[in-house]
């Protein structure tokens, strides 16, 4: 499958960039080989794409939210019937499976769009008890233009979002995805734009520093919303701090999973394989790579967790059989490889599953990995502390409850994390002690729409995917006082 020369969404019309130049998209599962190109992207073009944006703002902030509803949940409806076309083309560009991984995150960008539509009309103020007279009320009004960036592991997911809660919530949007898998986007985008008014959505292509740096910067965005690594959400940080707009950051993570002893049971090595996220090749923010298992289970849980990877079919994404595909880039697999080394010198550690990639083979043709364990870590060592964004797991062994949560803690991120056992009071007192913005207990699941997700410490700030937190991060409040006495 190839898709192709695709052209960028400004102002309704599918354009190339100024100077014509493309960048080429790689499939992933098979290296070297190009599936699409896409348009190179200057501040040139960030400009134009920004500029319709506010002026489509002018109109758009004035259709009353429930019209606005209608419109995402038409777009819902559109993005369901091509979920199966989106959700090959995420396979091909990310190298995600299309069964574990592919396929359920087409049909979450459609939920993404109901959702957000059919909460639309929750855009509402309050009024203010200031007396009787006096009628004071608040509203809830757009900010304006936002740039919206996006990472490569869940693009059409990640778009998704953006464009529902930026839109809904009455702002124009110039989206950013990234250069590694612009091609989804582009096509969600697509259906999205044959609903909506032209310069509502815009999409620029192109790589973070010569199309993200600018749209980062313009003048005329009032909103940046940015999902990415954490290295990278600093520069947009000082982007947004130049000019003193509000910004959203949902970054990294290198999220804990807390083993009590009575949790050495195969369902529970299930739900510690799915929060970390194996399927998706470890290419998660959420992926749970530190596994804190009590001493009295730790060879037994680790023996159950090991013999389900080794039944792990890894392959081409495309095929529905498959579990785990590849990694998206060379960049990212080699950074990948140089931790899974640094880890095998560490002294005392044991590699028990997976480790460096074969040299030769079908799994040599892509970026492909076996899902890796390493045992007898120390919280300390790099592997443990770095978000490493691919498949490694490593597991540390603890006594007492308190030294769990302690070292669970000592990160500088604060994302997610997963507490297993079958105490609720234990698991409880362990979810209120632990620094992260979203605990689960005795599930490893993805986020579902309805839920404010965000994260404690570096994984950023600002509550997204749900109505507060679309209130919250892509709304300003502005309150109206009338004295009924004049
Ligand atoms: P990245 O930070 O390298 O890139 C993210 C986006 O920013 C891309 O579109 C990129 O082109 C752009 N960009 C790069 N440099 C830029 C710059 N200087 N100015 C403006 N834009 C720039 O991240 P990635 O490698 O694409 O994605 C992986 C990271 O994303 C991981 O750290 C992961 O944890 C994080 N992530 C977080 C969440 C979340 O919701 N918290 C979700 C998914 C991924």
Redesign the pocket.
């Known amino acids: 499958m190839d898709v192709g020369r695709q052209l960028m969404l400004i102002n309704g019309q599918w354009v190339e960039s100024s100077d014509g130049e493309f960048i080429p998209v790689e499939n992933p599962s098979r290296k070297g080989s190009i599936i699409g190109e896409v348009p190179r992207s200057r501040a040139v073009d960030v400009d134009r794409a920004v500029r319709a944006a506010a002026k489509a703002f002018e109109d758009w902030k004035r259709v009353s939210p429930r019209e606005r509803g209608k419109l995402m949940i038409k777009m819902g409806e559109a993005l369901e019937v091509k979920a199966n076309e989106i959700a090959r083309i995420i396979a091909l560009e990310t190298g995600n499976a299309i069964r574990t991984q592919s396929r359920p995150e087409a049909m979450l960008t459609a939920d993404i769009f109901r959702y957000f539509g059919g909460v639309a009309s929750e855009i509402k103020g309050e009024t203010i008890p200031l007396g009787e007279n006096h009628l004071s009320y608040s509203r809830r009004e757009p900010i304006g233009v936002v740039g919206g ?6 693009p059409a997911g ?1 778009a998704a979002l953006k464009i529902a809660m930026a839109i809904t919530a009455g702002n124009t949007l110039v989206l ?5 898998a612009p091609l989804a986007v582009l096509r969600v985008a697509e259906i999205c734009s044959e609903i909506l008014p032209p310069g509502t959505l815009n999409v620029v292509t192109g ?3 010569e199309c ?2 600018p ?2 910067r313009h003048p005329l965005v009032r909103k940046l919303s940015f ?6 959400g600093k ?2 940080m000082e982007a947004a701090a130049e000019r003193i707009v509000p910004v959203t950051l ?4 290198k999220s804990p999973q807390i083993v009590f002893p009575d949790a050495d049971e195969l369902q529970v090595v299930d739900g510690v394989f799915l929060a970390m996220r194996f399927t998706r090749q470890g290419q998660s ?1 959420t992926a749970g790579s530190r596994l804190f298992l009590h001493e009295s289970i730790y060879d037994s849980f680790l023996e159950k967790l090991v013999k389900k990877l080794k039944n792990l079919k890894i392959g081409d994404p495309l095929d529905e059989s498959t579990d785990m595909g590849a990694l998206i880039n060379r960049t990212q697999f080699e950074k990948v490889c140089s931790y899974v080394e640094d880890g095998i010198r560490q002294k005392g550690a044991r590699l028990l599953a997976g480790g460096l990639p074969p040299k030769e083979g079908p799994l040599s043709q892509g970026y492909f990995m076996e899902p890796t364990v390493f045992s007898n870590v120390d919280n300390d060592w790099r592997i443990a502390r770095e ?1 490493i ?1 691919g498949p490694v797991l490593v597991a540390i062994p603890w006594n007492e409850e308190e030294e769990a949560i302690r070292m669970a803690n000592e990160s500088h991120y604060g ?1 997610a994390a997963f507490i297993w056992t079958h105490d609720i009071g234990k698991a409880l007192r362990t979810a209120h002690r632990i620094e992260s913005g979203w605990v689960q207990i005795n599930q490893g699941v993805g986020i579902v729409p309805g839920q404010s ?1 965000g ?1 404690f410490k570096q ?2 700030f600002g509550r997204e995917y749900s109505l507060e937190g679309m209130l919250e991060s892509f709304t300003q409040r502005k309150s109206i006082t009338v004295n009924l006495q004049f």
């Open positions: 960036i996006v990472p490569w592991n869940s990640l950013k995805p990234s250069s590694e790589t973070g520093s993200g740096i749209l980062a999902t990415g690594s954490h290295e990278i520069t947009i949902e970054l990294g993570g923010c978000e964004f994302l997700y994260g994984s950023g």
